[in-house]
């Protein structure tokens, strides 16, 4: 009662905390905030202070003089830098809180499902050092499903492939619960450093973190163009490293796609893993229905249509892809007391 | 190819068409590019009645929303089509499309049993109920009448209910104002009763304001009565127990046993049992007036005096020893 109480007047929040980006979803308002999930903090009399978060710490990312370090707290899906995460989220509700001090929200977030006790704990326990008054958790899977809009709570399987920037989540979900689930770290910022050290080997070209993520959303795609097709080109700048001097060379699509075979081909494994263990009657469910793609991963060219080919299967991608887990952490929070199986929590 | 493709997707858009109109679109797109149905299930792994149904626009076929608009969005970029717009004119055809997909998870039936709620009900209802019960029960043990019914044998000496009492009550005012009657006094007033005939019970209720004296004449008719309302003992008793006003009265059996422990009322009377060792303790004397073989004792003491253990014996009473003994103590008292 209390409680209801308080969650009038507070605004509870589900947030998707990404390794790339974090999410932030207020109930009744929708999704209010995304912004990448990079903290600058610079260092002033050897004391460490906030400089900046979001899009414009991601902006210093790889640019910074001695005192500054622009530092993202999450690496593979769960937090890397305790106390950076934490400033990072403080930073993040006190964006979209704007009655602060008032009464502290009720704070959902999503983890990775093949993450830790240990990882999850530290998750929930900087959601509420940072002012939560109650923090719940919810798998990311189920959260991209629900997100996705797919019948989750029916008794049929439904298959899901969250590619965020950490991890790729794949799940088979059915009334309500996740039957299988399997987690691989690879994702955006696998096939970053893939094209990075693809250039670095082919053109002795060395390039940025950023620089390597716009080629990737331009031109990136997860299969070779038709045959004698380079298919379309970049310019990517960075450092040559023969002579030392800044350079500007030209990639293809081809080259590109060549260089993230291997973590497409981890993804696919991962798919082809979780259907191997799926049970008979759920896999007949998700011949009919087919993979439903989430995740900034998903928005990957012609990556449906590899996996397609491998598993011989319907594969589409969902709307909003990039939202569909804040989405369903959001949904989750409007319907929470429908929706409170789903939900859980470290204590 | 491409730009003649979405001009006639426009054209199709802008003629007015019946529901499946996108349906329509994405048909004739395939049939521009020149492939068959079951080649594009082929290519896309979408089951042929799928893709029949999308075309047709046969919505309530397709596996639930978010698979429908995923399989229009798939179908519709391998034609080179626009997706997001395809997607979109499926929305404003599909309202069912629109519609979230409803999450009920499957809630476990409750477990047999009368609820809590109902259990605490039941368990205020019956305590009410046993309260009343007990009320109703307890209510009916009537208080016993405090007037004893004239005996059988006297009734015929009652020849109406109304006059006896209200001699009776004059007579209790009569003693009130006079404590320090003479003894003599009283006994000539009992000596004149039997001739007196009752008046009328108004007159009596002005005695009480009357000086000493004029009570003589006064009492008669308060005297007259004992024959009818002061039943001698019936069980051979020979001392009658009068309150002239309320009185607390005990009488109690020298070795114990308390017979008489209440506050007679103004006109009450008791008659004593005829034992030996009796002992009367009275908590207002002036009230309380004994008759010994219907003749009345001197008065035991003043108003509100309290005796204590005077012994019943008819010859002391008759002989006004109990009213001497109070004599003495009553100096002692302005």
């Known amino acids: 009662m209390f409680s209801r109480l308080l969650g009038f007047m507070s605004a509870d929040m589900a947030i998707d905390l990404g390794t790339a980006n974090t999410l932030v979803y207020v109930k009744g308002r929708g999704i209010v905030l995304d912004e990448p999930s990079v903290v600058a903090i610079a260092d002033v009399r050897g004391k460490k202070q906030v400089l900046a978060v979001g899009e414009e710490a991601k902006l210093m990312l790889g640019r910074t003089p001695g005192n500054i370090q622009a530092i993202r707290p999450l690496r593979d899906g769960v937090i890397a830098d305790f106390e950076v995460a934490e400033e990072m989220i403080k930073h993040f509700i006190r964006k979209v809180h704007n009655r602060r001090g008032f009464a502290s929200p009720l704070i959902i977030v999503c983890v990775p499902s093949g993450s830790t006790a240990v990882e999850r704990r530290a998750i929930q326990e900087s959601a509420e050092s940072a002012g939560a008054r109650k923090v719940l958790l919810i798998e990311e899977p189920m959260a991209a499903a629900i997100g996705a809009g797919l019948p989750v709570t029916e008794p049929s399987g439904s298959m899901v492939v969250d590619i965020g920037g950490g991890t790729t989540e794949v799940a088979v979900i059915s009334l309500g619960g996740i039957v299988y689930s399997r987690s691989v770290r690879v994702g955006g910022d696998k096939m970053d450093e893939a094209i990075i050290s693809y250039i670095r080997r082919n053109h002795n070209l060395l390039i940025g973190e950023s620089s390597a993520e716009r080629i990737k959303m331009d031109i990136g795609a997860a299969s070779t163009p038709y045959e004698g097709d ?13 002579n030392g001097v800044p350079r500007e060379i030209v990639v293809s699509q081809r080259a590109i796609s060549e260089s993230l075979a291997e973590p497409v081909s981890a993804i696919v494994e991962a798919v082809k893993v979780a259907l191997e263990n799926t049970p008979p009657e759920l896999a007949a469910d998700i011949v009919d229905k087919g993979i439903v793609l989430t995740g900034g991963g998903a928005l990957l060219n012609r990556l449906d249509q590899v996996l397609r080919d491998a598993t011989g299967l319907p594969v589409v991608v969902a709307e909003d892809a990039l939202q569909c887990v804040a989405l369903g952490t959001g949904r989750a929070l409007e319907e929470m007391k429908r929706l409170r199986n789903v939900l859980t929590s470290m204590y | 190819m491409m730009s003649s493709t979405e001009a006639a997707l426009h054209d199709a858009a802008a003629s007015p068409m019946m529901a499946s109109r996108m349906g329509a679109d994405l048909r004739a797109a395939r049939e521009r590019v020149g492939c068959t149905l079951p080649a594009m299930s082929a290519h896309l792994r979408i089951r042929l009645p799928y893709l029949e149904a999308i075309e047709d626009g046969r919505i309530a076929d397709l596996p639930g929303n978010a698979y429908a608009l995923g399989f229009v969005r798939t179908y519709a970029r391998s034609l080179g089509l626009d997706a997001d717009e395809i997607a979109r004119r499926f929305r404003a055809e599909a309202a069912e499309v629109n519609r979230k997909t409803e999450l009920t998870f499957p809630a476990p039936v409750p477990e047999r049993g009368v609820p809590a709620g109902a259990m605490m009900l039941l368990g205020v209802l019956l305590a009410v109920g046993a309260y009343v019960g007990w009320y109703r029960l307890s209510g009916e043990r009537a208080i016993p009448d405090p007037i004893r019914p004239v005996p059988a044998r ?12 209200a001699p009776v009550q004059a007579a209790a005012p009569a003693s009130v104002p006079t404590p320090a009657q003479p003894v003599p006094s009283a006994e000539a007033v009992m000596a004149e009763l039997p001739p007196l005939a009752p008046p009328p019970p108004v007159q009596s209720s002005r005695i009480a304001t009357l000086p000493p004296s004029s009570a003589a004449a006064a009492v008669p008719p308060a005297a007259a009565t004992p024959p ?5 003992a019936a069980d051979g008793g020979r001392i009658v127990l009068r309150a002239t006003a309320d009185a607390w009265v005990q009488v109690r059996d020298r ?18 049992p005829a034992a030996g060792n009796l002992m009367l303790t009275t908590g207002n004397a002036g009230g309380t007036e004994l008759l010994v073989d219907g003749v009345a004792a001197p008065s035991l003491g003043g108003n509100g005096v309290v005796r204590r253990d005077l012994p019943l014996d008819p010859t002391a009473i008759r002989d006004g020893k109990l009213a001497m003994a109070a004599a003495a103590p009553r100096p002692a008292h302005p």
């Open chain 1, 230 to 242: 380079e298919g379309p080109y970049r310019e990517v700048k960075g450092r040559d490293l023969m």
């Open chain 2, 154 to 165: 006297l009734a015929a000496l009652v020849p109406l209910p109304a006059p006896a009492p």
């Open chain 2, 228 to 232: 009818a309302s002061v039943p001698p």
């Open chain 2, 255 to 272: 070795t114990g046993p308390v017979l008489l422990n209440r506050v007679l009322r103004a006109g009450e009377t008791w008659p004593v």
